[in-house]
């Protein structure tokens, strides 16, 4: 089974960007779904955004629409969360996923990465 592997958080001042990378250890199918969500402390697992693997379709939460972006990098088997005019709030721990469902649900991912901190100051 594929393995994914986040890399690229650390901590930032408000206004910043940060762009996070998932890795997978093997070839991810052509029809998958890859996904980004985060987890606050204290709170429940949120969804960021998700991407069909081979086409642009894609989807964001409402509070990072606008300054997200996911963006795929089908020969090295990675895709990245691109995040633009970081926010306090958006400090949590993001995980990368690959599912096969267009779906905002975590329970539709199969795959996860262990995820990555952000830490963005005020």
């Known amino acids: 089974q594929v393995q994914l592997t986040e890399s690229g958080g650390g901590l930032v001042q408000a206004g910043s960007s940060l762009t996070l990378s998932c890795s997978a250890s093997?070839?991810?199918?052509?029809?998958?779904?890859v996904a980004w969500f985060r987890q606050a402390p204290g709170k429940e697992r949120e969804f960021v955004g998700l991407?069909?693997?081979?086409?642009?379709?894609?989807d964001y939460g409402d509070s990072v629409k606008g300054r997200f972006t996911i963006s795929t990098d089908s020969p090295k088997n990675t895709f990245y969360l691109q995040m633009n005019n970081l926010r306090p709030e958006d400090t949590a721990v993001y995980s990368c996923?690959?599912?096969?469902?267009?779906?905002?649900?975590?329970?539709?991912?199969?795959?996860w990465g262990r995820g990555t901190q952000v830490t963005v100051s005020s």
């Open positions: 996923a690959i599912g096969s469902q267009y779906s905002r649900g975590e329970s539709d991912y199969r795959t």
């Open positions: 093997g070839r991810i199918y052509s029809s998958a779904v």
């Open positions: 991407r069909r693997w081979k086409t642009p379709s894609s």
